[in-house]
């Protein structure tokens, strides 16, 4: 009798609990920037937020302190389900997403839609980079771009031969036994889809984040055979790692992104990187901030500042992605010359077959009710059998 | 300091001492009361929500819980995939074989503090031994890195012999790390029971015929196996549960990286359901620990 009085007094809190959780959404735009809170709480991918710290020359927070009096706590994500999940903590007032988080976080409510009259640069912006589907719902801006890159083949210039395809991880994977760096996240199955998209057309795939069963088995299948060439994973939390095994030449080949090529580059480590035949999987990513940001004057003008000519042109040369602007790439131009040209800014044929980072969905994400897809949480279980198996 | 300003208040805190004083059960109960609350509320509470997520489903395209949204398909794609099985075996399979390398170490170690060293350096070995702990975990995985990265210590060490250095995939780096992060929780127990264990009775059996070896299986073995059953909790249930060893060290997933991985990739469900499963291992092995008379000797 008594157990059951603590269980029902231990029932009724924990409903109690439960029902202050769910956040109620809410759609109000900021009508005006007004003084900023003195603290700004980011979620970014590493590099979107340098202080000065790595290289004194790659500054654009303290900057922004010194303007607006908003300190910078910034948090680096993992992955993009990783940087959903990190928003949904309520502690961030907002951060830098790509695709497959920005549609997940629009559909939910857990990022507000942004009163882009109030940003100045947003004026500057390449018009390509406006009202796309994973930066604005129904039309309406949900947050400014911050840059966009392609995920890229990388390869150790002494052990492995040029290469042009991404052939070098998959059907030569045998080659780099135990050698092999790839992206450690669900993610990465897409990757595959592309390369299945080029060397099996039969499958009919039109879209790599769009999977039917049968599709999906099939770039498992492919990833399957990788996994028993004991590939090493790195992710965004972990890249570091990936730029000391390449300089180690503990692993030869792989995918990365410009910046850890940057990085390699910069110490002289004999590699090169490309964007293969196939095309390639990539990121078009965007500030949001959150629907319950605690300091929203800050986070605007934290979005402001990230479109400024300075810090833009920083934050991309930095890490080796396309400017925002033609403001942007000219002041990048001034710290690394050929910037815009080298990063195609502007060549939107470039960026054509580039699939940029988006979540699988049940509804395959079309109109069409006749199929379905792999929703992401079969792409999730799929990698936990790959990695724990 | 009531009774010098001696006002209205110690009036008040004096009448009600004196009512406590004469209700011991309540001034038990108020005393409790706060630790209580903070136990099952706060403590209790966040495990109870968290086991509830099991039974909820969540949006597979916003990854969001719908909570009393009732289900079991967390459970049935946990049993219908063979993989969390495996997952399951290796961790706890490392969890024991962690246990007996350090069972293994600590014994002779223990023995020597307790019965053979000198006070002085005994009171050198236990701070030895206690020193570690005053480092952070992370600061003492991140050390082993270090060690095993390619270009790290021991290839450097293993060079010289054509041997290229371990890296940071392999599994055995996991067991090598855990055996030396937990080694101290199975020393400190087994010392100490070892410590209670009579001189004179180690006496007898040597009059008797008996040599060290027997000595040691038959006298000493049975006098500290609570103590060292009580030092396999520590290290089998916190090797159970931990996910940064496996994850910097090894590309081996241990539950932990299960957990958290869904978590963080945002399948809460699985994550609460798979969670449930480390959970009944260590009630299982605390039950067994209790048979054993491991809590006698904490």
Redesign the interface.
């Known amino acids: 009798m008594r157990h059951l009085r603590?269980l029902a007094?231990?029932a009724v809190?924990?409903i109690l609990?439960?029902a202050c959780?769910?956040p109620a959404a809410s759609d109000d735009m900021l009508d005006e920037i007004g003084e900023g809170e003195g603290e700004l709480n980011l979620i970014i991918w590493a590099g979107y937020a340098e202080d000065g710290s790595a290289f004194p020359e790659f500054d654009w927070v303290t900057p922004f302190e010194e303007e607006t009096g908003c300190i910078v706590n910034a948090t680096v994500q993992?992955d993009s389900?990783?940087g959903?999940?990190l928003l949904?903590s309520g502690e961030y007032d907002g951060g830098s997403f790509s695709g497959n988080a920005t549609?997940?976080l629009m559909?939910?409510g857990d990022v507000a839609p942004v009163n882009v009259e109030l940003l100045e640069n947003y004026g500057n912006v390449f018009d390509g980079l406006k009202d796309q589907a994973h930066n604005s719902l129904d039309g309406v801006p949900y947050g400014v771009p911050h840059g966009r890159g392609p995920n890229l083949l990388i390869w150790n210039t002494e052990e492995v031969e040029p290469q042009t395809t991404w052939e070098g991880i998959w059907e030569n994977a045998a080659e780099y036994e135990?050698r092999l760096s790839i992206f450690d996240s669900?993610d990465f199955i897409a990757d595959a889809a592309i390369h299945l998209m080029a060397t099996q057309p039969d499958l009919g795939i039109e879209n790599p984040y769009q999977l039917s069963q049968e599709q999906f088995d099939a770039a498992i299948a492919l990833l399957e055979e990788q996994f028993t060439h004991?590939p090493?994973?790195w992710n965004g939390a972990t890249f570091a790692?990936q730029i000391?095994?390449f300089?180690?030449?503990?692993v030869v080949i792989g995918t990365t992104w410009q910046f850890q090529v940057n990085s390699l580059l910069a110490e002289e480590a004999p590699i090169e990187a490309i964007k293969p035949e196939e095309g390639t999987t990539g990121w078009s990513d965007t500030w949001m901030i959150a629907s319950e940001a605690a300091n929203p004057n800050c986070m605007y003008m934290w979005m402001d500042h990230m479109m400024s000519a300075e810090a833009n042109g920083q934050a991309t040369v930095y890490f080796g992605e396309a400017p925002t602007s033609q403001e942007a790439c000219d002041y990048a131009e001034t710290i690394a010359e050929g910037h815009c040209d080298l990063t195609h800014a502007t060549d939107e044929e470039y960026w054509g077959d580039i699939w940029y980072w988006s979540?699988a969905?049940?509804d395959c994400a079309d109109d069409d009710d006749s199929t379905t897809c792999v929703?992401?949480?079969?792409w999730?279980?799929a990698?936990?059998?790959l990695?724990?198996? | 300091m009531t009774t010098r300003t001696g006002e209205k208040p110690a009036g008040r805190s004096r009448r009600l001492a004196a009512w406590l004083h004469a209700h011991p059960r309540a001034q038990l109960r108020l005393l409790l009361s706060a630790p209580l609350v903070w136990l099952?509320?706060v403590y209790?509470?966040s495990l109870?929500?968290l086991l509830?997520n099991a039974f909820w489903t969540?949006?597979?395209?916003?990854?969001?819980v719908n909570?009393?949204d009732w289900s079991l398909a967390a459970f049935e794609?946990i049993l219908g995939?063979?993989?969390?099985r495996?997952?399951a075996l290796r961790t706890v399979g490392m969890a024991l074989l962690v246990t007996v390398t350090d069972a293994l170490l600590a014994i002779p170690i223990a023995y020597y503090m307790a019965r053979v060293a000198s006070p002085r350096a005994r009171r050198f070995l236990v701070i030895a031994i206690l020193m570690p702990l005053w480092a952070s975990y992370l600061v003492k995985i991140f050390a082993w890195r270090s060690i095993f990265?390619?270009?790290g210590f021991l290839a450097w060490v293993l060079q010289p012999f054509g041997i290229a250095g371990p890296?940071?995939?392999e599994i055995t780096n996991s067991w090598i790390v855990f055996s030396y992060l937990w080694l101290p929780y199975m020393i400190l127990p087994i010392y100490t029971g070892l410590e209670r264990v009579p001189g004179s009775l180690l006496e007898a059996s040597a009059d008797l015929g008996a040599r060290a070896g027997t000595t040691f299986r038959r006298v000493v073995l049975p006098l500290v196996l609570p103590s060292l059953v009580a030092g396999s909790i520590f290290t089998f249930s916190l090797t159970l549960g931990d996910y940064i060893v496996p994850d910097l060290v090894s590309?081996a997933?241990f539950i932990g990286?299960?957990i958290y991985?869904?978590?963080?990739?945002?399948?809460f469900p699985?994550a609460a359901a798979y969670s449930l499963l480390p959970i009944l291992i260590v009630i299982g092995y605390l039950l067994v620990a209790r048979r054993l008379g491991a809590f006698d000797s904490l």
Request: no cysteine; hydrophobic share 35%; net charge negative.
């Open positions: 603590v007094v231990m809190f924990v609990l439960a959780g769910s993992a389900a990783n959903v999940q949904r549609d997940r559909a939910a135990g669900p004991n090493q994973f790692d000391t095994a300089a180690a030449g503990d979540t969905r049940e929703d992401y949480d079969g999730v279980e990698w936990t059998t990695t724990g198996s | 099952v509320g209790i509470g109870t929500i509830l969540s949006d597979s395209f916003t990854g969001k909570p009393f794609q995939n063979d993989v969390y495996t997952v990265l390619g270009n890296g940071t995939d590309d997933t990286n299960v991985d869904n978590s963080a990739l945002g399948n699985i």
